[in-house]
């Protein structure tokens, strides 16, 4: 049986997630918006806070792995320039994230 993990965020977290839930379904939908820590309500609470850094991030507490690498994120847009693959990346970024929502409890 698959052990299932519970993962601890902040009020604010959960909030920036759905955020990027948001972000990422837009690109999903083929409405292209750069996919950077500029565009990422994650990275705003997170990386681009002064002295900032991704190890509080709750994708980077999952994956234990800086700037969301081993996400579908990771090679949004870099990789290839074909919108019909990055619509799929998208796609599969969106079911992570929301999975991540779904498995995340509030801090007490």
């Keep these: 049986?698959?052990?299932e993990?519970?993962?601890y965020i902040t009020t604010a977290d959960r909030k920036a997630l759905k955020g990027?839930?948001?972000a990422w379904e837009k690109r999903a939908a083929?409405?292209?918006k750069d996919a950077t820590i500029n565009n990422c309500p994650l990275c705003e609470i997170?990386?681009?806070r002064p002295g900032g850094n991704c190890v509080q991030c709750p994708v980077m507490a999952w994956t234990g792995?800086?700037?969301c690498s081993g996400t579908p994120a990771a090679v949004y847009g870099i990789v290839s320039t074909s919108q019909k693959i990055n619509i799929r990346r998208a796609k599969k970024e969106v079911t992570f994230l929301k999975d991540l929502?779904?498995?995340s409890?509030?801090?007490k």
């Design 1 to 3: 049986m698959k052990k």
């Design 5 to 7: 993990y519970t993962l």
């Design 101 to 103: 929502l779904k498995r």
């Design 46 to 48: 997170h990386l681009m």
């Design 105 to 107: 409890r509030n801090m």
């Design 30 to 32: 083929g409405e292209y």
């Design 20 to 22: 990027s839930i948001k």
């Design 65 to 67: 792995k800086l700037l």
